[in-house]
């Protein structure tokens, strides 16, 4: 029995080579989305700070990148890595330096949180458009740095600074489409999307603040939505 499966298996195999080229080339794709392992990919993104966040700070901007690996030979479910680091307030100043020659100096402050998650992804879809959505818990670091830079002076900058930081538990929905950008051995992708960021209640400094002499930190709900764009690959 084993051999007359086989030799069915060889004609098939034989039919499917001697067909038109279109379908030969559908069937070459779909085996080689058969031996993925996993997808990877880095997105621009616009954070959105949502509730109590949002009183308090504006729109800010970043990258995300991430990994995911595949648990079945379908690529429908995965174990994604996330990493993202997402700036929500810059503030800049000139002060000068105390000493012999009284130096002006660029003062730059930030204020960023860099989150690191990880949880199962569901992808849905065959073709050259595909669904996927995911979930993650994982962790923020709130922090706000101030940087101080050379200024007309031909010197090397000073020392950053932290002037608050925080870190806390936090956890993640979201979703988006995969657009299909061509055919070659690590496919290129469309990557759009958007995400919930749940980082509960936090200690946050806003950027602002320092430049206006305070170091006092908010505490409030420190909630975003990122909106992301990028480009995934196919792992192979």
């Given at each position: 029995m084993r051999a007359v499966t086989l030799l069915r298996g060889v004609a098939t195999l034989g039919l499917l080579v001697g067909a038109v080229?279109?379908?030969?080339a559908a069937q070459r794709s779909a085996l080689r989305e058969v031996r993925d392992w996993g997808l990877t990919g880095a997105s621009l993104a616009l954070a959105v700070p949502v509730g109590e966040?949002?009183?308090h700070v504006g729109e800010g901007g970043g990258f995300d990148g991430f990994i995911a690996f595949n648990l079945d030979r379908f690529g429908m479910t995965a174990l994604r890595l996330d990493a993202s680091v997402l700036a929500y307030g810059r503030?800049?100043?000139l002060a000068y330096l105390d000493?012999?020659?009284y130096l002006p100096v660029d003062i730059t402050t930030t204020s960023f949180i860099v989150?690191?998650?990880?949880?199962p992804q569901l992808t849905f879809g065959q073709g050259p458009i595909?669904?996927?959505?995911?979930?993650?818990?994982?962790?923020s670091y709130f922090g706000t740095t101030t940087s101080f830079g050379s200024y007309n002076c031909g010197c090397s900058g000073f020392d950053e600074i932290t002037e608050h930081d925080d870190l806390n538990l936090a956890w993640e929905a979201g979703g988006g489409f995969?657009?299909?950008l061509g055919r070659g051995r690590h496919r290129a992708m469309l990557d759009l999307g958007a995400r919930y960021l749940r980082n509960g209640r936090?200690?946050?400094l806003p950027a602002r603040f320092v430049g206006n002499g305070s170091t006092l930190p908010i505490e409030s709900q420190a909630n975003l939505v990122a909106i992301h764009l990028g480009v995934s690959f196919a792992l192979r």
């Open positions: 080229v279109n379908t030969a966040f949002a009183q503030a800049n100043d000493g012999p020659y989150s690191l998650r990880a949880g595909k669904l996927y959505g995911f979930g993650q818990a994982g962790f995969l657009v299909q936090a200690q946050y």
